[in-house]
């Protein structure tokens, strides 16, 4: 079955440093891997997807996520973190479901981002 | 904005009850799906209703039922509640659900708390 996880509950970050968040997959075939952020008291935004091609996917507010076949992973980064960048952030991948033929994405348990002034 | 509506924001009631969540999803989109938010669950998909018909079903208590209406609006009805229910329930809206690239717009939640 089609699965991610998030091996770290909470990452620390400092304002202005390289910020990497982690999801690895399990995926059968050629997977299509999302990233979502999550505000606090909000509902999750769409930040950025793989489908194929550039193993380096660019997204919304400065992300980008790197595919890595070998090692069935698919990062969060951004090269300099901002205070406001904190929230949840949740890896997710669509699975197969056996009726009706809906693809229902399946999120990871979120990864805390909290970038210190 | 992501365009998907939820109503209400908050809703405090007490065991045993029955509560409505209402959501109107994001203009064009014809799929709900329903998920509940908790501190020890995770994000749990409950349901999917794509134009009017139920087509998926997730961790759904019996308790709990939804429906999608004709305007496309759907409703989420969580009955004889009890304390384990308390959680933020997400609506969110996609084209099709066919499509396995494509992306969910959320809701902002409702929160709720049984007492």
């Known amino acids: 079955a089609q699965s991610v996880a998030q091996p770290e509950d909470q990452v620390n970050v400092a304002e202005g440093n390289p910020l990497t968040v982690k999801c690895t997959y399990s995926?059968?075939?050629?997977?299509?891997l999302f990233w979502y952020v999550q505000y606090p008291n909000r509902g999750l935004q769409f930040l950025l997807k793989?489908?194929?091609?550039?193993?380096l996917v660019k997204g919304s507010y400065g992300f980008e996520a790197e595919f890595n076949k070998s090692q069935t992973s698919f990062h969060l980064k951004k090269p300099s973190a901002l205070v406001s960048d904190s929230a949840l952030y949740f890896c997710?991948?669509?699975?197969?479901?056996?009726?009706?033929?809906?693809?229902?994405?399946?999120f990871g348990r979120g990864t805390s981002l909290i970038v210190h002034p | 904005d992501s365009g998907v509506t939820q109503t209400p924001k908050h809703l405090i009631t007490a065991t045993g009850q029955r509560v409505t969540l209402r959501c109107s999803p994001r203009?064009?989109?014809?799929?709900v799906y329903w998920y509940q938010q908790s501190l020890d669950q995770g994000l749990q998909f409950l349901i999917q209703?794509?134009?009017?018909?139920?087509?998926a079903k997730g961790n759904i208590l019996e308790r709990f039922s939804a429906q999608q209406f004709p305007d496309l609006h759907s409703e989420l009805n969580l009955s004889s509640l009890e304390l384990g229910d308390s959680a933020l329930y997400f609506c969110?809206?996609?084209?099709?659900?066919?499509?396995?690239?494509?992306?969910?717009?959320f809701g902002n939640g409702t929160r709720l708390t049984v007492t």
């Open positions: 995926v059968s075939g050629n997977p299509y």
């Open positions: 997710a991948v669509p699975r197969s479901h056996a009726s009706g033929g809906s693809y229902i994405p399946t």
């Open positions: 793989y489908i194929t091609g550039d193993n």
């Open positions: 209703y794509y134009n009017g018909e139920e087509r």
């Open positions: 969110a809206s996609s084209v099709a659900p066919d499509r396995n690239n494509s992306p969910l717009h």
């Open positions: 203009s064009g989109d014809l799929s």
